[in-house]
DNA sequence: TGTCCACAGGAAATACGGGGGT
DNA sequence: ACCCCCGTATTTCCTGTGGACA
């Protein structure tokens, strides 16, 4: 009978993966969806492991003057994504909210998220949100008068004002107008005792400033080292125990995934989203973890995450880096210029019905193409036969392949009218 | 040594579309 | 409904450049 047979085999199958299953609790794997209360517990235990000691040490001290009732100044962290700059703030900033409050210090802290980058003008805008002061604005609504309405929101606030600007150089274009309003103008105009708290991923982030506002800053810095490969150890032994058997993790595997990460990022969020994935590739495949497969599980990720950068692109950029697939195709993989990528370009804009741009500006789509580092490129001097890049495609061809067959043939024509 | 190619990449100008004010 | 302002994306215009070639 056929229908047995379907429920035998969903049955089967549904018994294999029950038995199989390794993950107990998923959520574990991904922070995007535990609950507040429950990231924070994580990372207490994260901290109780005597994980980012020195930092916390640090910043205790300097803000330990806001119990004594003085004004700290400033404070600046450096660290590389995935170091736990955020976290560790956030848990932080919330502890010493309680003792403040505890003594009856009147204390406010709010952090900023620019985890994204985004312009002057919607960084602003995410600050008067988060203070209560606007509401959230696309276009039209001028700097000045956003300003103005943050400074009457806070006018009657006499207390501390902790504002935690988390990757602060992701604002681009007038990074000095949304500095200079912080660091010069809000502290003159409010009541409340602000303490700004930067943090960036590049450790030279104010020399490229305006000088105005550099004189004016009093600055503390703070760094935050990469995590050593111990550390991931001790944040991934604890992912491990709230999210997996822990007999279905082989001995070692825990050490060798802190090892990759430490190598090459000391990125805790990488570290974690690789065993994640070590996980479901270990469950689909109905084994434990093993070192193999962590392997394998690695070169998938990155794989992933190239495939989703694109996915996720602006049409034109997804267009360019077609074009310069098909051109490095036609030339049997030999370096083309940016000549023949352009003329690619354009071919594949006709055929798609998709409005083309203009050399300038396909120049800079390869050299963002360059930084997502999904092509590899370097101006070269042919001499008398001019200036090019030299585009390579540096990856695996395998996924080249996918990389082109997911770029959407849009259809989707423009309204514009297709150049010539 | 000078020329000149084929672009790079900076700056200013322009186009565009959303949004507020009235 | 109209007008004006704003940020963003793209174009236009432009100057710069390393080295092969004459």
Known sequence: METTTVRNKIISRIRHMVKSAIIKDRRFLDDEQLIRSEQLAVLEEIFNANVRDAEIQELSSHFA?????????????????????????????????????????????????????????????????????????????????????????????RGYLILFIDEVDNVRR??????????????????????????????????????????FLKLNELIF????????????????????????????????????????????????ALLAKSAFVAEKAGSRITLDLVERAATELDRDRYLALLRSAPTQLQAAMAAVIEATLRSNGTPIGTGEAYDAYKRFCRGVGLRGMTGRAFGDLLAELDMYSLIRSRVLSRGRYGRTREITIDLPQELVDKIHGAIPPHSRARKHQLDS
């Open 65 to 157: 003057a806001i119990l004594q009732g003085d004004h700290p100044c400033h404070l600046a962290i450096w660290g590389k994504t995935g170091t736990g700059k955020t976290l560790t703030l956030s848990f932080f900033l919330n502890l010493l909210a309680e003792m403040a409050r505890a003594k009856n210090v009147p204390i406010r802290h709010e952090q900023l998220d620019l985890s994204t980058p985004r312009p002057c003008f919607r960084a602003l805008n995410d600050l008067a949100c988060l203070l209560g002061a606007s509401k959230r604005y696309k276009k039209g609504i001028s700097l000045e008068e956003l300003m103005l309405r943050i400074e009457a929101k806070l006018a009657g606030y």
């Open 225 to 272: 080292k990469p995590y050593d490969a111990v550390d991931l150890q001790h944040i991934l032994r604890i992912r491990v125990e709230k999210a997996l058997r822990t007999d279905s993790v082989e001995r070692g595997v825990i050490e060798k995934i802190a090892a990759m990460a430490s190598q090459d990022h000391g990125d805790a969020r990488r570290a974690v």
């Open 174 to 215: 007038d990074r000095d107008t949304f500095l200079t309003f912080l660091v010069r103008r809000l502290p003159q105009r409010i009541n409340a005792k602000l303490v700004l708290v930067f943090a960036s991923n590049r450790l030279n982030w104010p020399d490229h400033l305006d000088p105005r506002v550099k004189s």
